[in-house]
């Protein structure tokens, strides 16, 4: 008798133990209405890197991505994960079962939004191709992963293709495809209604230094009747489709591995354009009050920028700012003993410049160590203990001349192996100038699949084609009026979509475009004076951001009524929240100190002093 007493109290304890973890599984899905799950296989850490690294991508879009294991999203028991959308993410999920495809399905033919990357569910539990093409091909709305009819030929690199208007719609900057035309008709701005698809496909994306890049995907067959957003030899390579009451949102394109690979800017892409075009969700800014802006990133290597220095002190550019002025401070440049360096502890034209920049309110970093081209040269092969001194001389001799601790770097010729940033974070550096991710705005970067660093943010270059620094723009042939239409036209880039980009020069190289220079600061100006555009610094932005890392917040719907929370452990000054008009109502602050700003289409809660904040607002029928 005791022990079947033993035996129903056990199956008791357990029975409560399983409710109460039901509820609160069902808690994580149902506490905020705008999730993005990010679909895992079982067995699959959420701290593996593939998972994180979309995780990632979600906070610094301030979206709200949520890894949820496949078992999870199909267990019916507990009804239906309420989200706004699903990822299937590639490389990681390339394995899924036939239940698991099948409640896909459902959840898209139910009303469901998916984002469907590349070659995930291509592959059973088994490891084997499906006959014929992939099962998620109909979602897809092509047939691809043609593994009986094309074997090896299945995947092929192939340049992408898209428009003007579509690029500028997925937020990639002007250069980074090209040939670019600064948009003039509003109805292709970020917010205009959707591309038609017979528009021109006149654009390629372009890389640094080499211009062709070339992407692998599926050979796709099937007339596409979505949306195409981009093309290539293959066939589709991104489009978006109706499917029964949902929609799909496919990218032939496999944006996790590229991420991994110093190539972020089309995963980021997409998943912004996911989250705001098909899902119209709330974003939490990248920008301080949701102004957006360039930072100016000037490479100092030598004495021989003194002279274009002292040339600048009278130029326009002078009057605005702050910039970020990085420096290689030693007495030599090319090798040691060669006394060509800025040196910047006994030169005393190079120590009243530093004054200068430091009075001007500008941002002195470290550019390398101590020898640039020595150091630029050594630092991929030799050992690390051996050059880590050139570094710390470099650091310690910027901090004399400024009497401020130096956080910002930019490496000589870009050559930045992963022991440089691991050794930055160590030394309290918060940002340095990369020349991977181009296109992209301030990233916590992935290199050969693993984060480099947890509070480093890395500041990808912006490029016109081929050429980022103005000396580069001149040997490789770019007229100065395209140069003035590229200025012109990031600039509008970064005002436009409220975010930040990093623009970078040599002093010698940019003396020849004085004239294109003055036109650039007349239009930063006026945006300035709009209070549409500001320059930035790397520290400014990066500190914004390790802060902006710390604001926790949610959305939670009911009925109709849309209440976001926020909290932040010192402040929420400065972080800004923005909402599409056409979805929601004029919010209200309900708790905490805010200002509501009608931004074009869409409002903007920028908050005020306080650790809390709490505002409401209405769905509005479309």
């Not at 029975?15 to 609160?24: D, E, I, K, P, V």
């Not at 972080?575 to 100190?593: D, H, K, M, N, Y």
Request: charged letters at 20%; a neutral charge; hydrophobic letters at 40%.
């Amino acid at each position: 008798m005791k022990r079947r007493r033993l035996i129903i109290l056990t199956m008791a304890v357990i029975l409560l133990g399983l409710l109460a973890w039901s509820w609160a599984t069902r808690d994580r899905f149902r506490s905020t209405a705008d999730r993005l799950l990010l679909l895992v296989p079982d067995g699959v850490s959420f701290s593996n890197p593939k998972v994180a690294m979309w995780l990632d991508a979600g906070s610094e879009e301030g979206l709200h991505v949520v890894p949820v294991h496949d078992s999870e999203f199909m267990r019916p028991m507990w009804g239906e994960s309420k989200c706004a959308g699903v990822i299937l993410p590639d490389s990681i999920h390339q394995q899924a079962s036939d239940l698991f495809v099948a409640n896909l399905h459902r959840f898209v033919a139910d009303g469901g939004k998916l984002m469907l990357v590349y070659d995930a569910g291509t592959l059973s539990l088994n490891g084997a191709f499906a006959s014929g093409s992939s099962r998620l091909s109909d979602l897809a709305g092509v047939d691809y992963a043609l593994y009986d009819k094309l074997k090896d030929k299945t995947i092929q690199w192939s340049k992408v293709t898209s428009t003007n208007a579509i690029v500028n719609q997925l937020e990639i900057p002007p250069g980074k495809y090209y040939p670019f035309h600064p948009p003039t008709d509003t109805s292709v701005k970020k917010h205009g209604p959707p591309i038609s698809s017979s528009a021109t496909f006149d654009v390629e994306l372009r890389r640094y230094k080499y211009g062709d890049l070339q992407y692998p995907g599926f050979v796709t067959s099937g007339n596409y009747t979505g949306e195409t957003l981009f093309r290539s030899s293959n066939g589709l390579a991104a489009g978006e489709r109706s499917y029964q009451k949902g929609s799909v949102l496919f990218v032939n394109l496999p944006l996790g591995y590229l991420k991994g690979s110093t190539d972020g800017l089309l995963l980021h892409a997409f998943l912004k354009y996911f989250a705001s075009h098909a899902l119209s969700l709330p974003y939490l800014m990248p920008v301080p009050d949701g102004v957006g802006g360039l930072v100016l990133n000037w490479h100092i290597d030598s004495n021989a920028a003194i002279k274009p220095l002292q040339k600048m002190s009278s130029w326009t550019l002078m009057k605005q700012g702050p910039y970020s002025i990085h420096i290689t401070a030693g007495p030599d440049a090319s090798k040691p003993g060669d006394g060509r360096g800025f040196d910047v502890d006994h030169n005393p034209i190079s120590q009243g410049l530093i004054h200068n920049f430091t009075a001007l309110g500008y941002d002195v970093g470290s550019h390398g160590g101590w020898i640039h081209d020595y150091f630029s040269a050594h630092v991929e092969t030799d050992n690390p203990k051996d050059l880590e001194q050139y570094l710390a001389l470099n650091k310690d001799s910027l901090e004399r001349a400024t009497g401020k601790p130096v956080v910002e770097y930019s490496a000589p010729n870009g050559n930045q192996p992963i022991w440089i940033t691991h050794w930055l974070e160590a030394h309290g550096f918060v940002a340095y100038y990369f020349t991977g991710d181009t296109g992209m705005g301030p990233t916590q970067g992935y290199r050969n699949g693993e984060r480099e660093a947890r509070n480093v943010w890395a500041f990808p270059i912006l490029h016109l084609d081929r050429a980022a620094g103005f000396e580069e723009m001149s040997t490789e042939g770019y007229s100065s009026s395209e140069i003035d239409r590229w200025l012109q036209a990031v600039t509008d880039f970064a005002t436009d979509h409220q975010s930040a980009r990093l623009v970078y020069f040599h002093p010698p190289g940019i003396l020849q475009y004085h004239d294109v220079v003055d036109h650039w600061v007349e239009q930063t100006a006026r945006l300035k004076a709009d209070g549409r555009f500001r320059w930035y610094t790397m520290t400014e932005l990066a500190n914004f951001l390790n802060s902006r890392k710390l604001v926790r917040w949610k959305v939670s719907d009911n009925s109709g009524l849309i209440t976001v929370e926020a909290t932040h452990p010192q402040t929420l000054i400065h972080q800004t929240w923005r909402i599409p008009a056409s979805s929601f109502a004029q919010p209200r602050i309900v708790e905490g100190s805010a200002k509501v700003v009608r931004d074009r289409d869409a409002w903007m809660i920028i908050a005020g002093e306080g650790k809390t904040l709490q505002f409401e607002t209405e769905t509005v029928s479309k």
